[in-house]
C-alpha cells in the first residue's frame, strides 16, 4: 500500500505535467506522414532487383545525385511510404561512411511537411540541430533538408516538401 502511495504521487509531480503539457502543446510543425524510408546498399541495381522481384516494390526510377554522390532508387510500396535505395558514389559521401561502420540498412526516415522553411524555423526555434539551414533540391526535384540525429535520438530525419 505504502509503495502504491509513492508511486502515485510521484505521478502528479507538477513539474512532469507541465512538461507534458509542453509537449503537446506545440504544434508549430504539421507533419503529413512518412514520405519513405532511406536504405543505404552497396549496389542500387542489385539492391531494386531484391526489392521488385522478390519482395514486391515496384521501381518508380532511378536518379543520380552529384551534390551528394549518390545514386537513388525509389521503389514504390504501392502505398503513402516509398523505400528510397541509396548507393555512395565516392568514398567521401556520408552514405559511404554509413555503409562503413553500420552495414547496409535503414539509412534516414523522411516526413512530409506542407511548408519546409516554416518546419525548419520551427525546429531552430525549439533548439533541434540542422543539418540544413535552408531546403535543397531532392533527387525528384521535391525541397529537402535533413535535421541532425543528435537531435532526433540517433535517427537522421529528413523533411520533405508535398
Ligand atoms: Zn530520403
Known amino acids: 500500500m505504502r509503495m502504491h502511495g509513492f508511486l502515485f504521487g510521484k505521478s502528479l509531480n507538477p513539474c512532469s505535467i507541465r512538461l507534458y503539457l509542453h509537449v503537446n502543446e506545440v504544434e508549430d ?3 503529413l506522414g512518412v514520405e519513405h524510408i532511406g536504405v543505404a ?3 542500387v541495381e542489385e539492391a531494386s532487383k531484391v526489392y521488385s522481384s522478390i519482395l514486391g516494390f515496384k521501381l518508380r526510377g532511378i536518379h543520380i545525385l552529384s551534390e551528394r554522390k549518390v ?10 511510404t516509398d523505400v528510397e535505395l541509396l548507393e555512395p558514389l565516392d568514398s567521401e559521401s ?9 552495414g547496409e540498412g ?3 526516415i523522411a516526413v512530409r511537411v506542407s511548408d519546409i522553411e516554416a518546419a525548419l524555423s520551427d525546429l531552430k526555434q ?3 540541430t540542422l543539418i540544413d539551414e535552408k531546403p535543397r533540391k531532392g533527387a525528384e526535384g521535391k525541397l529537402v533538408a535533413f535535421v541532425h540525429p543528435k537531435s532526433t535520438r540517433g535517427v537522421l530525419l529528413e523533411l520533405v516538401m508535398k
Do not use: D, P
Open 29 to 31: 510543425l504539421t507533419l
Open 41 to 43: 546498399v552497396r549496389n
Open 71 to 80: 545514386k537513388i532508387a525509389f521503389m514504390s510500396s504501392g502505398g503513402e
Open 94 to 102: 556520408t552514405v559511404a561512411k554509413f555503409l562503413e561502420t553500420r
Open 106 to 108: 535503414i539509412h534516414h
Open 126 to 128: 525549439k533548439g533541434v
